[in-house]
């Protein structure tokens, strides 16, 4: 008997083994959704290694700008200047509004109008309609108003009393016919903490150029997003700090979210670009 039990054992053993070296047929790779594009690595590339992340696009948010533009304008004058200055600065802009409004007659000089009285009286401060509720966010001010009576409207001096302006740049300019910025500009010194750059005076007609050209001469230049961080990814490398892609430009193509998948499966990486 312990003869013929050896022989069955060898038998059973051999068996065992062939079973063993046979393998079950390979699972079918598992993909991500794709959106617009894909990008797959190879069975090769696909080792079993701990679990990896990959990532979904979310589109980012756009900066904001740190200039703003402000102005008064009654007749429409200094409105179109502040808007070629604000175009060409990629800017934002406030109108400063009379709570009550100015009418025709309250503007009828030497008549004993409205703004006659204003413009006698140093101490007056019309009301404003509206408040600039996020005033912290910029940098540098273009603020354009009429010469009224040689002076700023009285309105200015509410307006640059209203806010702090400290470690802010403002640069003024003034319409008129005739008359000069003089010192228009520089009695508004002493309403505000901010740093005053020399104005200037246009006439009615002045053209965007022109805007453009006293702009650059004044030192400022157009607002433009610099979203370059300590560590950023170099384009077209993937930055494991920020969750971003760089492609041919400064910005981040898109945001991502992380979703776990392991190197067994076949990656299939989307990518959307920013507000597609």
Known sequence: MRHLFIPLLILSMAFSFTACGTSP??????????????????????EEDPEITVKAAEPSESPKTNILVVYFSCTGTTQELAGYAAEYLNADSFKIEARVPYTDEDIAYYTDCRADKEQNDPAARPEIADQIENIDQY?????????????????????????????????????????GIRSSDTDLHDLCSAEWLSGKRFPAGTGSEEISSWLEESGIRP??????????????????????????????????????????????????????
């Open 25 to 46: 047929a390979a699972s079918k790779p598992q993909t991500a959704p794709a959106a617009t594009g894909t990008q797959t690595r190879t069975e090769a590339e696909q």
């Open 139 to 179: 940098d540098t001010i273009i603020l354009g108003y009429p010469i009224w009576h040689g002076q700023a409207p009285r309105i200015i001096s509410s307006f640059l009393e209203s806010y702090d302006f400290s470690g802010k740049t403002i640069l003024p300019f003034c319409t008129s016919h005739s008359s």
């Open 223 to 276: 607002f433009a997003a610099d979203t370059e961080s300590e560590g950023e990814a170099n384009v077209g490398e993937f930055n494991f700090e920020t969750g971003s892609v760089l492609l041919i430009s400064s910005r981040p193509l898109c945001r991502m979210r992380s979703i776990p998948i392991t190197r067994s499966q076949r990656l299939l990486i989307t990518f959307t670009a920013s507000g597609s």
